[in-house]
C-alpha cells in the first residue's frame, strides 16, 4: 500500500498495516491495527494519521489500545484518544517525553501490551526503542527505529542520527539476535514497507550483513 493510497493491507490473519506521510519528516512512515475480537476494541500502534483512518478505524470495530513501540511515535494518537477513548501506553523508559500529569500508561520490556502482543527491548538508537511480537497469523515482528527499509533494504539509520554510530550500530546488531528466537513470517518496520513473508529470515541476513540508509531530513 502505498502512502497516498486509503484502506489497510492485511499482512497476515489479524494484522493490518497502513502508511501515510509523516506531517513533521515528509517521509511515509507505517502503522499497524489489529482488529479486535469478540467484540472487542481493536489494538493501533505507533498510529500515522490521514483523512480516512477514523472513518476505517470505526468500520473496523475500533480502537481499544493505543502501543507505541517508542516515545517518538504518538503520531496520532491523541485523535484515536479524542474519537474511540483509546487508552495508549508507552514503554516506561521513555515517559519523561510525555511530561507530568499524562494519561499515557508505562509499560516494561517483556510485559504483554495488549493481547497477544509482547515488547521486547533494543534499547541502543535510545532507551525506550523496541520491538512488538505480534501472535496473530503467521506471527509479526514490528521495529521501532532501529531497523529501517531504505531503497529496498533492512538498514541502519544515517550515522547523524546517532549519538554514537558504531557504537550504536554494534549494539543494536547484538540487541537483534534474540528477537530471531520468536515465531514471526511478518516484519513491520515504523520507517519502511513491510515484509508479508520470510521476515525473521530477512531480519537475520541483515544482521549478518547490514546495510545503512543514506538521506538527510
Given at each position: 500500500?502505498?502512502g497516498d493510497s486509503?484502506?489497510?493491507?492485511?499482512l497476515?490473519?489479524g494484522?493490518?498495516d497502513?502508511s501515510?506521510?509523516h506531517?513533521?519528516?515528509g517521509q511515509?512512515v507505517?502503522s499497524?491495527?489489529?482488529p479486535?475480537?469478540?467484540?472487542?476494541?481493536?489494538?493501533?500502534i505507533?498510529?500515522?494519521g490521514?483523512d480516512?483512518l477514523g472513518d476505517?478505524l470505526?468500520?473496523?470495530?475500533g480502537?481499544?489500545?493505543v502501543v507505541?513501540s517508542?516515545?517518538?511515535?504518538r503520531r496520532a494518537?491523541e485523535?484515536?484518544?479524542?474519537?474511540?477513548?483509546a487508552?495508549v501506553?508507552a514503554?516506561a523508559?521513555?515517559?519523561?517525553?510525555?511530561g507530568i500529569?499524562?494519561?499515557?500508561?508505562?509499560?516494561?520490556w517483556?510485559d504483554?501490551?495488549?493481547?497477544?502482543?509482547?515488547?521486547?527491548?533494543?534499547?541502543v538508537i535510545?532507551?525506550d526503542d523496541?520491538?512488538?511480537?505480534?501472535?496473530?497469523?503467521?506471527?509479526a515482528?514490528l521495529i521501532?527505529?532501529s531497523?529501517i527499509?531504505w531503497?529496498g533494504?533492512?538498514?541502519?539509520?544515517?550515522?547523524?542520527?546517532m549519538?554514537?554510530p558504531?557504537?550504536?550500530?554494534a549494539?543494536?546488531?547484538?540487541?537483534?539476535?534474540p528477537?530471531?528466537e520468536?515465531?514471526f513470517?511478518?516484519?513491520?518496520?515504523a520507517?519502511g514497507?513491510?515484509?508479508r513473508?520470510?521476515?525473521?529470515?530477512?531480519?537475520r541476513a541483515f544482521?549478518?550483513n547490514?546495510?545503512q540508509?543514506?538521506?538527510?531530513i
Open positions: 500500500m502505498s486509503p484502506g489497510f493491507d492485511e497476515t490473519d494484522v493490518l497502513w501515510a506521510p506531517p513533521r519528516i511515509v507505517h499497524a491495527f489489529l479486535g475480537r469478540d467484540g472487542s476494541a481493536g489494538v493501533a505507533d498510529p500515522i490521514t480516512w476505517a470505526a468500520e473496523a470495530g480502537v481499544g489500545r507505541l517508542n516515545r517518538h511515535h494518537c485523535d484515536l484518544v479524542e474519537r474511540f477513548g487508552e501506553v514503554p523508559s521513555g515517559m519523561h517525553e510525555f500529569g499524562t494519561s499515557i500508561h508505562p509499560y516494561e517483556g504483554e501490551v495488549a493481547a497477544g502482543v509482547t515488547a521486547h527491548e533494543i534499547g535510545c532507551p523496541g520491538a512488538l511480537h505480534i501472535e496473530r497469523g503467521a506471527g515482528l521501532a527505529d531497523v527499509r531503497e533494504h533492512l538498514s541502519f539509520v544515517p550515522d547523524f542520527l549519538d554514537e558504531e557504537q550504536t550500530k549494539g543494536t546488531l547484538q540487541a537483534l539476535q528477537l530471531l520468536l515465531e513470517e511478518v516484519l513491520l518496520l520507517h514497507e513491510p515484509s513473508s520470510g521476515g525473521r529470515e530477512e531480519l544482521i549478518e547490514p546495510h540508509a543514506d538521506f538527510q
